[in-house]
């Protein structure tokens, strides 16, 4: 069965550190994994996708890694902002199904 | 318009009432899904649209709920019978075709006391 576990599943820092938030898949056969993130009322938003071939991607704060190899990925965000409190999903598409299969996310609460 | 947009942004409904929860996709998506969110966890599937028809709807829970895309565009999530256990974020997505980026809208919260 397709499964996505990230971690941890909260997490709280100061303004301006640095954090890591790790995902783990099982899905198969791998197509490609996103990072969404969701500020609460809101609908998710995707921060980067990954394929196969990448093993890191940036947008911005956000650093996105990938390994295919063990099946895991992590978001780094650097300097946080009060901004980046939410919630973190990340999620991967099989190559095999149009339905990919979502993390229940990491909340992520940045203090001033 | 320029995103996906979601009506009402919030139900309350009494248990055994129909609610009808509307979606707007964005403009050329062939492809429509609908997820179903509770508190602390990740969107789950329920049903996904490519044009008017309903490619994939097994994530539906149970005969009570029902979705249409007559025209392929709109999309109205029909739910019978409500029950408190529905109570969720119920959320669409749209993409300009099948294995793309899904494009979320912001949500209906739905309350069933």
């Known amino acids: 069965k397709n499964q996505v576990e990230q971690s941890p599943q909260s997490l709280i820092i100061l303004e301006g550190k640095n954090c890591t938030l790790q995902?783990?898949?099982?899905?198969?056969?791998?197509?490609?994994l996103r990072w969404y993130k969701q500020d609460t009322g809101r609908g998710p938003v995707s921060l980067t996708i990954?394929?196969?071939?990448?093993n890191t991607k940036s947008n911005g704060r956000y650093t996105a890694t990938l390994d295919a190899d063990t099946k895991q990925s992590s978001l780094h965000i650097t300097a946080s902002q009060l901004s980046d409190s939410a919630s973190y999903i990340c999620?991967?598409?099989?190559?095999?199904?149009?339905?990919?299969?979502f993390g229940r996310g990491t909340s992520l609460i940045v203090h001033p | 318009g320029a995103g996906v947009s979601q009506t009402p942004s919030n139900k309350v409904t009494e248990k055994g009432k129909y609610v009808e929860l509307r979606c707007d996709p964005i403009s050329g998506h062939t492809a429509l899904y609908w997820y179903r969110q509770s508190l602390g966890q990740g969107p789950e599937f329920l049903i996904y649209?490519?044009?008017?028809?309903?490619?994939?709807d097994s994530g539906l829970p149970n005969d009570r709920f029902f979705a249409v895309r007559p025209e392929g565009s709109v999309s109205t999530l029909k739910i019978q019978r409500t029950e408190r256990g529905d109570s969720a974020v119920y959320l669409c997505?749209?993409?300009?075709?099948?294995?793309?980026?899904?494009?979320f809208g912001p949500g209906t919260r739905l309350t069933v006391l």
């Open positions: 995902c783990n898949y099982t899905v198969s056969p791998f197509s490609n």
């Open positions: 649209f490519q044009g008017t028809g309903a490619a994939d």
């Open positions: 990954m394929t196969f071939s990448e």
């Open positions: 997505a749209s993409s300009p075709k099948t294995g793309l980026e899904q494009f």
């Open positions: 999620v991967v598409s099989s190559g095999g199904s149009y339905i990919p299969t």
